[in-house]
């Protein structure tokens, strides 16, 4: 008979019909800035409790096994040294996006980089779990408009040995809406209820709290016998017990809030465990500036923790609401970081410039971005590169420097430029001529008698064998400009009346009919002197007929039959050029004809580098300075006009002190990209500027430079642009020396705003 063995039974794994799949985690360290600020951080708790999901939404099956995935939390952890205090969160790689996204938008100036690991070894260090000392349904104090709870924390500092570190670990369970709803609806009025009675809802009860208990009781059983006794009606029942607490604010707001669960541990690592537990209590106490109807007590955690799991082991859980969160979850504001030096932050924004600006010829600077930097240019797009530039900057704070190292780029980069300088002594003018080559420099110092230019706008020129009809166009277009000249001549913004401009300008068409190259006495002359008209409006063109009439309505006959001339008609225009006079280099620019001026027109076309030098110690009226930079920057103007094939940048410091260079450069920012001029203008804020050319400049394109030591003015009047980017008035104030908060028009996104360390 044959033994039968039974064969045996063949062994199942576990691991073939379960699955435990840990849930993985980044870190990331927030870096922050002193514009940060705590408004909004209930957003962070509430995209905590969206990750929450039901028990089975994490049991799935797969080949006949069962998977189960670990459900997800937020840790929020504030690293403290004697030197060092830094903040990072550990995030769900499949929720990270989302949280950086959010991060970005609570803390707009906030640097997010990603780490290893949080810089404690958990389990080697005193730990101490933080804790509700009272029911849940009692809240702590909410005030978001203030770092109270972190400035407390940061005092740990000043007892701080130099190897010594605390922590704080914030661990944010996501908690879901029915589980709220049941403490809004159940739990929290039944306990305030309570707290309004009197009773006491201390969580853990000493024989002290025992013994208060038992007393109220005491009284309870007694005033209840004494009204069955005196027989009291119910409605006036005696009353002995305690009078009634009162609750909260914060309280009465935690009844409304969505609950976010919470585990906070103290961590402490020393050379001594004394000590440990010393920073402990003293770190703990920190914890008392958030005590409302609850506060915060500390009991030591002897066991080895996990940190990487959903509910910490051996460690409370307290149901903190969203807004109650928000005391935890909190990044320093200005005056904290100003208080405790040692918070690690970027003192800026650190943005990177689009990629459009990091190739061209004029340099903006060295943009820095973490540990990489970013040289930058301004736009090299045919039409991008005609705009505007302003740079705005109080006295010293480089705008000079800056103006100086754009000349050499311009230089190098072909381009014309044409410098008006009427500041102190020209020295801006001074050191461009030191990085010129001879050839390429023309400079007109107008202190210097052989360099003074005639008010003639020469590049308005005819020959004689041109037809009758093309030299009076030219001589009507230098009336026009002597015209807006003379209006430049006062002290008070007032205009000419239209009848003395009438005889001005028929005078001047005339003259320059008849003398292309006539100077500016000759037109006065003629308005003054009956001979010097009779002489000069002889063969005149019939088309000038109305200009004749004009002028013959200056004379008048006296009672001898003698023509003289009505002087009373023109007195504005008399009293005007009486001012020329004052000066002797305006006299002689009043006195002299065009033959040996300089054409705008060939120069600019040649890409010439045009100084021109009106230093203030030789021309100390404000209103002189102002008619011979209005002269000059016209000339610009009109040899732009006449031809424009060739690019040409144009550099006016203070242009404010010159009212009517503003009334003019309001057109020319419009129209210079048409023109291929490009304009930079110096100033301390925009607001220096009238109403019309600040409006110019703003909706001209222009680029703008906000140097160091800028005026808060300046930002507030382009904040639209910044703030959208999260700059503040924070990061103006905060830039280091030679380093400007720039907002640079570019092809890729319109308007960039970056801070860049200007060229040196």
Known sequence: MLNIIPSKPKSMKLSDYYEYRKCEYSIIRLVPTKSNKNNNTEQIASLINKMFKQSNKYINQASKKLIIVQKPKVSFYIHITKGKVQFYFIIPKSYLNQFKIKFQEVWKNIEIEEADNIPMDINSCSKFDLHYKYDESLSLAVDKRNNDLLNSNMTITSILEENEMVGILYNFIPTSEKESNYFRSNTYPRAIQRYKNGENLKKSKNIKDLSVIALKNFISLINDLLNYILNVPQNNQLILNPLQCEISHSTKRKGEKAICKNQSIILTKSSEKSREIELSNAFSNTFKIISDDNELIINEITKNIDIKKTIINHVNINKTTIEESSNFISMPSLEVINQFKMIEHNKCLELKAPKCLEDGEIRIGTVKNKENKQEVYYSMDEQMKRLGRVLLGSMGSGKSYYM?????????????????????????????????????????????????????????????????????????????????????????????????LRYFYAAATVVYYKNVNASFKDIINMLKYPDKRFELIKNVPDILIEEIEDLKDLDKIDSKGRVENYDSKIDGILDRVSWLKTNLYTKLAFNKEA??????????????????????????????????????????????????????????????????????????????????????????????????????????????????????????????????????????????????????????????????????
Not at 704 to 719: I, P
Request: glycine fraction near 2%; charge should be negative.
């Open 595 to 760: 033959d040996n001026n300089i054409n705008f027109v060939e120069v600019m076309k040649q890409n010439k580098v045009i100084l021109i030098k009106i230093p203030e110690q030789y021309f100390k009226s404000r209103m002189i300075r102002n008619v011979i930079a209005t002269y000059f920057l016209n000339k610009v103007w009109i040899s732009k006009q006449i031809d424009c094939s060739t690019h040409t940048e144009l550099f006016f410091d203070e242009i404010h002190q010159c009212y009517n260079c503003q009334l003019l450069m309001q057109n020319i920012l419009v129209e210079c990209r048409k023109f291929q001029l490009t304009p930079t203008l110096a100033l301390h804020y925009l607001d220096q500027l009238t109403p019309k050319c600040k409006n110019s400049v703003l909706a001209s394109g222009s680029s703008y430079l906000l140097l160091q030591g800028c005026d808060v003015k300046a930002f507030k009047e382009l904040s639209t642009y910044f703030e959208k980017d999260g700059y503040s008035e924070i990061d103006l104030a905060e830039l280091d020396r030679y380093n400007a908060l720039c907002l640079i028009k570019n092809e890729e996104q319109g308007y960039s705003s970056f801070i860049c360390k200007l060229p040196s």
């Open 404 to 500: 100086q190292n754009m000349a050499s780029d311009i230089i190098k980069a072909g381009r014309g430029l044409v410098v008006i300088d009427y500041i102190d002594k020209c020295q801006l003018s001074d050191n461009i001529k030191k990085i010129t080559s001879k050839d390429k420099l023309v400079e007109i110092n107008f202190n210097d008698p052989k360099q003074v230019q005639s008010f003639n706008f020469n590049e308005l020129i005819f020959n004689e064998d041109d037809d009758i009809y093309y030299k009076v166009n030219i001589a009507m277009q230098k009336a026009e400009q002597m015209q807006l000249l003379l209006d430049s001549i006062n002290d008070d913004n007032s205009k000419l009346t239209p009848r003395m």
